[in-house]
Structure formats: structure tokens, C-alpha cells
């Protein structure tokens, strides 16, 4: 199983952005898809994460109101779309899967190889 993250960029502060999470091969190994981030200098920080099966979505508190996870089940792919970002969302967003939706990265057994944010004021 691999996961393929794209869709980061550079965008203003204020903007929107659409990240998009590819998984191939036996996804359904791992029913739970997660985002995370990792700014510079600073942990790998939970953003969101959904079970493929249910519409069952944990949302981190920081950025709850400015995130939505959706998922496709037929294309395997699963999307974070990002509002009104600020600079303070620049960072390197990364897919993960795995078991259970949890805020704790050490959970998720895959990852993928990570999409840059950066966002400018």
C-alpha cells in the first residue's frame, strides 16, 4: 500500500487549498485515513482524520472550523481542504493510515512522502 500526497503550493494568506491523498494497493487494511502537519522547527502536528467505512471525522481543536476531510471510497483518495489559511499553517502536510482515528501520528502505520504549505502574508 502507498500513499501519494499532493496538491501543496504557495498561496496568501486568506486563500484556500485542496490537498489530495492517492492510496493504492490494499487500502482496506487501514480503515482510517489521517492528515498531519510538521512546520519548521516544531512537531508533527494531528489535523484531521476519518474512517473509510463511516462518516466518523476527528478534527484537531486548531484547526476545526477551517478543515474539511473528504473522502471518495470508490478512487481511494481522500482530500483536506484548507480555509482562510494563515502563515502559521506553512508547513508540510502528510497522509497517514491506520486503525483507529486518533490524534496520535505513532498510530498510523503508513505514511506518505508529504506535500509543502506554504502560505505568505
Known amino acids: 500500500v502507498q500513499l501519494q500526497a499532493s496538491g501543496g503550493g504557495s498561496v496568501q494568506a486568506g486563500g484556500s487549498l485542496r490537498l489530495t491523498c492517492a492510496a493504492s494497493g490494499r487500502i482496506g487494511s487501514y480503515p482510517v485515513m489521517g492528515w498531519f502537519r510538521q512546520a519548521p522547527g516544531k512537531e508533527r502536528e494531528f489535523v484531521v482524520a476519518i474512517r473509510w467505512s463511516r462518516s466518523y471525522t476527528l478534527y484537531s481543536d486548531s484547526m476545526k472550523g477551517r478543515v474539511t476531510m473528504l473522502r471518495d471510497d470508490v478512487k481511494n483518495t481522500v482530500y483536506l481542504e484548507i480555509r482562510d489559511l494563515k502563515v502559521e499553517d506553512t508547513a508540510v502536510y502528510y497522509c497517514?493510515?491506520?486503525?483507529?482515528?486518533?490524534?496520535?501520528?505513532?498510530?498510523?502505520?503508513?505514511w506518505g512522502q508529504g506535500t509543502q504549505v506554504t502560505v505568505s502574508s
Open positions: 497517514a493510515a491506520g486503525s483507529n482515528v486518533v490524534r496520535d501520528g505513532a498510530k498510523y502505520a503508513l
